[in-house]
Nanobody
Framework: QVQLEESGGGVVQAGGSLRLSCAASGGTFSNVAMGWFRQAPGKDREFVMAIRGGNTLFANSVKGRFTISRDDAKNTAYLQMNSLKPEDTGVYYC?????????????????WGQGTQVTVSS
């Protein structure tokens, strides 16, 4: 059974950095698209970034500040978040998609982690 587990969330001041990790188990992930989404209180879950092979996709709101990467030997994906803003606050989820295309849609992702809280104070 596929499982995803996020870690690395926390509280940080505006302008600070955090690195989130997503450890995957229960399958082979080298050809799987890994995505990061976030959800602020009272809002819908929104796409942040995704990676499959050497291709990445990102939301305009994080362009130039966030970086996505993966280590297939460790079955782990990462989200490096720099220059954090209060509006980046939310629960961050990683997700896995067996689709051959990168997608910003939550419906394209087959498995989800439980999420990790990121709080950016002003």
């Amino acid at each position: 059974q596929v499982q995803l587990e996020e870690s690395g969330g926390g509280v940080v001041q505006a302008g600070g950095s955090l690195r989130l990790s997503c450890a995957a188990s229960g399958g082979t992930f080298s050809n799987v698209a890994m995505g990061w989404f976030r959800q602020a209180p009272g809002k819908d879950r929104e796409f942040v970034m995704a990676i499959r092979g050497g291709n990445t996709l990102f939301a305009n709101s994080v362009k130039g500040r966030f970086t996505i990467s993966r280590d297939d030997a460790k079955n782990t994906a990462y989200l490096q978040m720099n220059s954090l803003k209060p509006e980046d606050t939310g629960v961050y989820y990683c997700a896995a998609s067996w689709s051959d295309r990168l997608s910003v849609s939550t419906t394209a992702y087959d498995h989800w982690g439980q999420g990790t809280q990121v709080t950016v104070s002003s």
